[in-house]
């Protein structure tokens, strides 16, 4: 099952897409552009503050939930656990020239995290626009193989040594 959504759990508009593995390419790829189309942007001087945020924030935890268990019921798995034991993440991003699609690394049982750019396993995949849908779904397919459970640090270098 593939999961294709924007960050954070969108159950008000539904951007959350749960994809067979099967599903080909073009029909991958048509998912991830109809996620970065519905891209939305904030103004972050309009954000709750103090108690707000902290109300808003208890929200978006109830919304977590809700996505928990909507994951849960549409892959037949009975916990967390069990969801991410062969689970892999990809963050992609899209500007007016091009797609960048990263690995990332399962840094916590049920948790993913960015992979820094000096680590030796960090990976990133470029598709130029345009780019077709099975572009972009080979390209989130292979990053998503790029994934690690977890990536290490390069190798620390004391002054002096050889």
């Not at 190798?155 to 002096?160: A, D, E, N, Y």
Request: hydrophobic content about 35%; some cysteine.
């Amino acid at each position: 099952m593939y999961a294709s959504g924007l960050t954070g759990t969108d159950l008000d508009h539904g951007l959350d897409e749960f994809l067979p593995t099967m599903v080909s390419d073009s029909e991958f790829g048509a998912a991830i552009r109809r996620c970065h189309d519905a891209t939305r942007f904030e103004d972050l001087d309009a954000l709750p503050k103090g108690e707000a945020a902290k109300a808003a924030h208890r929200e978006w935890k109830k919304k977590l939930v809700l996505w928990r268990h909507k994951a849960l019921e549409m892959t037949g798995c009975k916990t967390l656990e069990e969801l991410y034991e062969n689970a892999r993440n990809s963050n992609s991003t899209r500007t007016k020239d091009v797609y960048a699609f990263f690995n990332s690394r399962l840094s916590k049982p049920t948790e993913f995290s960015d992979i820094s750019d000096y680590f030796p396993d960090y990976r990133e995949f470029i598709v130029e626009q345009p780019a077709s849908d099975e572009m972009l779904g080979q390209a989130a397919r292979a990053a998503l193989d790029a994934g690690v459970r977890n990536a290490q640090r390069p190798p620390r270098v004391r002054r002096g040594s050889k």
